[in-house]
């Protein structure tokens, strides 16, 4: 069940809104868990024995279980329902939000004049069509949208709407991901000590803010194009007491020096940026990064790791879910992507690492020191949550 917002810009929620955002992220529990399961069986038992025979062989990659399952009717029902609960996600919050949008556009001005940490916004950035020309997510206005002068609401539709979305699976502050690498990687590479840390495609600063709680000393900048945004995501870190320093700008150029950062992350960022400005970004983040420095990106694991099932129900994002350039990117290989961008082939690294909101402290704390139990193979991990990144050392 969706907790509330645990920050200051939390806004105020009728009854009605509250039912109808737990009505929702528990429709999107019974869909990605039940409807899933029985989708999975449906394609075993009726769906795969019909394309065996017409192929002459399994279906062997995502694409081709797309095809044998798209004209039967489970695939047909829990595609609409998805759909459906995905508009209903950001149409639950948004009532909420437009009620209180003086107000939040006001506590994010107030956080802006006594900030700690800062935000350099570009009125040049020529906002790329990947995000200005499309909805991702079926969020309508998607994170660029402004309906008022230094509008900041986007922010909020995309926070409140995250909670409902995600069923509070991320943690009250919605930092889970950030939190449990940022943790596993000061464990796993001690030496490290970071002067300086870059987020990439930070939106709200939520997987940003944990770096900053990880590496107090540390300085920590963070960038997207998308102003909305970025204006909630000051006032949000600062509402959590951390000092981040946002900038609006395109990953694929990043106005940084040579040699200036020590780890370059982003979570949840490459597969929404077509191919060839991934190739751009790494490049970049090969750039900004001091020798010895870490790149690492959270993202879906790649197709050539999984089944084809696995792989086609991952890539449904991509099809239905207004995530163009998601399956490209799945169907990359990632330490391909890392050598074009100039890292050695030798120092590229994966990891599948434990959430700790799911798992707990103590099984975290124990899991994070086993080096068996985070890797490829998760061991007793495998069931459960956990997230895949992957980069490599300068
Ligand atoms: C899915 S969100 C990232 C989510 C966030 N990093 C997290 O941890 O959940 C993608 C973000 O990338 C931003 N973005 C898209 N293309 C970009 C680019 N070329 N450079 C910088 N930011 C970009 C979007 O504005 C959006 O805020």
């Known amino acids: ?201 930070c939106t709200l600063g939520h997987n940003t803010v944990p770096w900053a709680q990880t590496y107090p000393e540390a300085e920590i900048h963070a960038v997207d194009v998308s102003a909305p945004v970025l204006r909630y995501a000051l006032a949000r870190s600062e509402a959590l007491g951390c000092a981040i320093h946002y900038h609006q700008m395109n990953s694929s150029a990043l106005a940084f020096e040579d040699n200036s950062f020590d780890i370059v992350w982003s979570s949840m960022f490459l597969h929404e940026v077509p191919l060839k400005n991934i190739r751009a970004t790494l490049k970049e983040a090969y750039r900004v990064l001091k020798p010895g420095g870490l790149m690492l990106h959270m993202e879906l694991p790649p197709n050539k790791a999984l089944p084809a099932y696995d792989g086609f129900y991952l890539d449904w994002d991509s099809w239905y879910n207004m995530e163009p350039f998601y399956k490209t990117f799945r169907d990359q290989d990632p330490a391909k992507l890392v050598e074009e961008a100039g890292f050695s082939r030798e120092s590229f690294i994966e990891h599948v690492v434990p959430s700790v909101n799911w798992y707990g402290e103590e099984v975290f704390a124990k899991a994070i020191g086993e080096s068996t139990a985070v890797g490829k193979d998760t061991g007793r991990l495998a069931e459960g949550v956990s997230w895949y990144c992957f980069g490599a050392r300068k």
């Not at 004049?113 to 206005?141: I, Q």
């Not at 939190?179 to 000590?193: D, G, H, M, V």
């Open 1 to 201: 069940m969706p907790s509330e917002l645990v920050h200051d810009l939390k806004i105020p929620r009728k009854l009605d809104e509250k039912a109808r955002q737990d009505f929702v992220s528990s429709l999107r529990g019974f869909i990605l868990h039940d409807m899933a399961n029985d989708l999975r069986e449906v394609y075993h038992r009726d769906v795969l024995p019909e394309a065996t025979r017409e192929l002459g062989r399994e279906p062997a990659t995502s694409g081709e279980v797309h095809k044998a399952l798209k004209s039967n009717l489970s695939f047909r029902l829990y595609s609409a329902m998805r759909v459906n609960a995905q508009e209903m996600t950001w149409d639950s919050v948004r009532p909420q939000v437009e009620r209180n949008a003086a107000q939040i556009n006001e506590k994010v001005r107030d956080y802006a004049r006594k900030a700690k940490g800062s935000l350099t916004l570009d009125p040049e950035l020529e906002v790329p069509r990947s995000v200005s020309a499309l909805d991702v997510h079926l969020m309508p206005g998607n994170y660029n949208q402004e309906y008022t002068a230094d509008d900041a609401t986007q922010g909020a539709v995309y926070d409140n709407g995250s909670l409902v979305f995600f069923m509070g699976l991320l943690g009250p502050d919605q930092g889970d991901i950030g939190r449990s690498i940022a943790r596993f990687i000061r464990s796993r590479y001690p030496e490290l000590e970071p002067a300086r840390i870059l987020d990439l495609g």
